[in-house]
């Protein structure tokens, strides 16, 4: 479950709300298996006019049965803005480290990933220049194909041409012999 705690709890207020949920779940026969508390981000919209809240994830175990109580008597309670439950195919792998996005334990994650993206520059450059290359290449084959089409289009129309040269030609010659002809007829 992560549930949104109204922004203005001090710590003490915050784990006093904490503590309500995780006294609820065991009234309903939950198992609490970890509690991280992500601290106060900026939500993505207002809820109930907040633009902050303080977010708590929360696994626990439980009947499903149990699921659809827990999700109203969360939703009546003035101190949580918004809450989400999701059932998990499989338990979870769960460690001592939070997992908070925006956490210390973070950082150094995020320092290497910068340092890889460095490294992975060159190569995309590399790939880029590649492409290039090959899309110059693909180019000129096209470019070069549609000479060679050109010139095989001009070289068809030149013998059409020159076989309607031929059949007038040979239509001449035709009517100089009926002529030649006629002309030794008379």
């Not at 065991?26 to 970890?34: E, F, M, R």
């Not at 220049?129 to 070289?155: F, L, T």
């Not at 041409?161 to 239509?171: C, F, H, Q």
């Amino acid at each position: 479950m992560l549930f949104i705690v109204h922004p203005n709890y001090e710590q003490d207020r915050l784990d006093a709300v904490i503590s309500s949920v995780h006294k609820e779940i065991t009234a309903k026969s939950g198992t609490i298996l970890k509690t991280d508390n992500w601290g106060k981000r900026k939500l993505a919209y207002l809820i109930n006019k907040q633009r902050y809240g303080s977010y708590v994830l929360l696994y626990f175990e439980t009947d499903p049965a149990m699921v659809q109580g827990l999700q109203e008597w969360m939703e009546i309670q003035a101190k949580v803005l918004h809450q989400m439950i999701i059932r998990l195919e499989e338990k979870p792998e769960l460690s001592d480290v939070s997992e908070n996005p925006d956490s210390q334990s973070s950082a150094p994650y995020k320092r290497a990933d910068h340092r890889d993206e460095r490294n992975v520059k060159a190569p995309v450059k590399e790939v880029k220049a590649a492409v290039v290359k090959e899309a110059v290449v693909v180019e000129e084959a096209v470019v070069e194909e549609a000479v060679v089409e050109e010139a095989v289009v001009e070289e068809a129309v030149v013998e059409e041409a020159v076989a309607e040269e031929d059949v007038a030609v040979v239509a001449e010659e035709d009517v100089a012999v009926e002529e030649t002809t006629e002309e030794k007829g008379e």
